[in-house]
């Protein structure tokens, strides 16, 4: 499924918004809209493991505008392949797949276990243009229960969204040598750029 040219400018308007490394969590997190906290006296919480079929949790950041921006605003532009505790290779996997991902509608969004700064030089150091979430506080990892129990360090998966917040596929190994566009193609049950489609029956 092809997109016009117009489509996929709108998408990397959105997909080239890293952050610019300012930590700006609140101090008191309750403040942060549309994200359910715990009252300040709870240490820990527990959220229900997210499956296929669920919808999934709306999370908020702060973007480069320094405005608080969630899911669902990614999801007005596209579909999101949301990536957790990716490690250098396949943050620059997900960079190179860009183009192919954007020609089937979909955004990818790193979620990384570091804070702003460290995350956006990352992000700079790898040549990364699309949005990278810093989660120091591994809040976003445990809304997806992508939290280690343990060690309270974010565990790596994936979650395949549709524009609906529906997530439509999910997986505990990063691509490897998998094309991300084919993950994210299958889960979302769209043609992969690379596939032809059938031709049409008179």
């Known amino acids: 499924m092809k997109f016009p040219g117009t489509a996929i400018a709108a998408l990397f308007v959105f997909a080239t918004t890293v952050g610019d ?33 669920d919808p999934a949790p ?3 950041w ?4 320094n405005q608080t ?3 669902h605003d990614a999801l007005l532009q596209a579909n999101v392949l949301l990536v957790f505790a990716p490690d250098d290779a396949a943050l620059q996997k997900l960079e ?8 089937i509608a979909v955004v990818p969004i790193a979620v990384l276990d570091a ?3 460290a995350a956006a030089n990352r992000a700079r150091r790898l040549g990364v243009h699309f949005v990278v979430v810093p989660d120091a506080s591994r809040l976003i990892g445990s809304q997806f229960s992508q939290r280690e129990s343990s060690s309270g360090q ?4 994936w979650y395949a969204i549709d524009r609906k917040r529906v997530v439509r596929g999910a997986g505990s190994e990063l691509a490897g040598p998998t094309a991300w566009t084919r993950i994210a193609a299958s889960a979302l049950a769209i043609p992969s750029p690379d596939v032809p489609l059938p031709a049409k029956t008179r």
């Open 21 to 53: 490394g300012n930590d700006r969590t609140p101090s008191n997190p309750d403040l942060v809209p549309g994200v359910s906290h715990p009252p300040t006296s709870v240490t820990e919480i527990s959220y229900s493991p997210v499956q296929v079929g």
């Open 58 to 60: 709306d999370f908020t």
């Open 62 to 65: 702060v973007g480069p505008d």
């Open 69 to 71: 921006h969630a899911l």
């Open 96 to 103: 190179s797949e860009r183009d192919d991902l954007a020609q």
């Open 115 to 117: 804070r702003g700064k």
């Open 154 to 157: 974010l565990l790596s998966g």
